[in-house]
């Protein structure tokens, strides 16, 4: 597995780029956004791991252009911004997970697994892979819901969030159990984060006019599909 590590901070590339040598991936690293770009288009890459402060071009830049570019390669943000509005921004910028400085090491190192643990797709799973709800249409393989005519790009944590709500429409599904989904059982971030990707989906997913799909139910969790 090949990682790319961009962040400016040498004390802490340093240290960092060993320890993931030390646990057997392939590191190269570069110390602003721009070098970061030029790094992608000559190499291909199974995680980035992007500082969200970086020279020439930050790390929320970044990932907003490698997604417009088409790469789905998944992407951990490092960041020392902790208020909900900046979580917010960092997963619409299309980050997969993110990490808030100063961190354990054993965290990252989890984060990096729990990334690294996509499912290798076949062609005949991907012709299967779509699922329905009344007007929308999720391709999972491609992280794309369809709503009518128009198709809407989704981050990797959005496409699995919906998946799990259209396999159990009307069922109050805990936020522990979205959670353990979501990050596959280990360690999980701070709770806010789930309800950063809820609000991120119900803006893509919602029409006009129309009531939200995603229902909060207070102190338990959240329930998909039309209210009765």
Not at 42 to 60: A, C, E, H, N, T
Not at 197 to 214: F, G, M, V, Y
Request: proline share 4%; with cysteine; hydrophobic share 40%.
């Amino acid at each position: 597995m090949r990682i790319l590590l961009v962040d400016d901070e040498c004390e802490m590339t340093v240290p960092l780029s060993l320890q993931l040598t030390r646990e057997g991936y392939d590191i190269d690293v570069a110390h602003d956004g721009l070098a970061g770009h030029e790094f992608i288009q000559r190499q291909v890459y199974d995680l980035l791991i992007l500082d969200w402060m970086l020279p020439g071009k930050s790390g929320v830049d970044l990932c907003l252009q490698l997604r417009q570019e088409g790469l789905t390669v998944p992407v951990l943000l490092l960041t020392a911004k902790d208020t909900v509005d900046d979580r917010v921004t960092g997963l619409d910028a299309g980050a997969d997970d993110y990490l808030v400085k100063p961190f354990e090491l054993k965290e990252l190192l989890a984060r990096v697994r729990a990334l690294l643990r996509r499912p290798t797709m076949t062609p005949s799973v991907l012709s299967e892979s779509r699922l329905s709800y009344e007007k929308l249409e999720l391709d999972e393989a491609n992280q794309l819901v369809y709503i009518g005519d128009r198709s809407i790009d989704l981050s990797e944590k959005e496409s699995q969030l919906l998946a799990y709500f259209m396999k159990h429409p009307n069922q109050v599904l805990a936020h522990q159990e979205l959670y353990e989904h979501l990050w596959q059982g280990d360690r999980t971030p701070n709770s806010n984060v789930l309800a950063a990707q809820i609000r991120l989906l119900r803006k893509k997913i919602d029409s006009p006019n129309e009531a939200t799909l995603i229902h909060t139910v207070y102190g338990k969790g959240y329930r998909f599909g039309r209210s009765t």
